[in-house]
């Protein structure tokens, strides 16, 4: 879309700046239209650095994309490769047995989906045997964003005799104030680089700022003020990318953006990867699915 305008004279042509409201739309329409396996399996890698060593643990999981539930092997593959000890003492020399190594999860059992969208847009189940058409939950999006399809034309209206319209006032009670702060690659995708501000209930809306794909509208990078439902994650900014695979847009990497603290310990860096993501027909074990102690969630 262009706009003529004459400078000093000459014709010149300028670009009009796109809408950061429209691009946000389209955003979270790219979300209601994506499609999923019906079921998936992947590797949740949980990766944290602490006194300058890195350790990572994985937990093996199943998403459920039909009724939007995970069930995750709350036992990683590090807790396997390090058993606790248990706690005593000899008797005889009062000298302990040995110190206990930690008992908790780094962070808390990842309780984790890669479809998840950052409240861009609301679950929509995986294809049943009749496909689930989200073109109704496009248009809410669309009209809560002013933004309408481009398929259509509305019919421009006719001339009324009295006074003329000069100008229109709509009222939208919109989550964000967004702003278009530029253009930025990121992994190669040239993306709107777009600032957001609450306009209510920050804790909810905690997207801060996107970088939005300009061919696809696809998300490649947010920034949140907080992640996950509870515990150190809550208090601290987070960066979340994303990648494609096998045609679905998944999220590859959470990374806390400040040191955290958790369970009287403080990680320098921290971060979540999903690994390994395909479509299986294998169904969860009996084991999986109701891991105790803390959970790491989204909201």
Known sequence: MAALAVL???GVRVHAAPDPYQIF????AFWLEQRYPREL???????ITEAGHERIEHYDAIYDAVDNVVHVDPVSDYEREHPVKPKGVNLGLLIPLGKPLPTDDFLGVPHLAPTYSFGMAPFVPAPTPTPFNSMALVNEIRREFHDPNPRKTSPQPSASPGLSEIATVVARNRDYSIALLGTEAIDGHPCYH???KPMRDPGRFRIREAWID???FAPWQLKDASNFVDGPGTTIPWTI?????DGAHYISEERADQPVNAQGERYTAASIRFESIVAS???PPPDLGAPSGELLSEP
Do not use: H, K, N, P
Not at 25 to 28: F, N
Not at 41 to 47: E, G, H, L, P, Q
Not at 241 to 245: K, L, P, S, V
């Open 281 to 283: 027909t294998r169904r």
């Open 8 to 10: 000093a004279g000459v």
């Open 41 to 47: 399996t992947y590797r949740i890698a949980v990766d």
């Open 194 to 196: 777009l600032a957001l």
């Open 25 to 28: 739309a389209r955003s979270r």
């Open 241 to 245: 990318r994303f990648a494609d695979i």
């Open 214 to 216: 300009e061919a696809t």
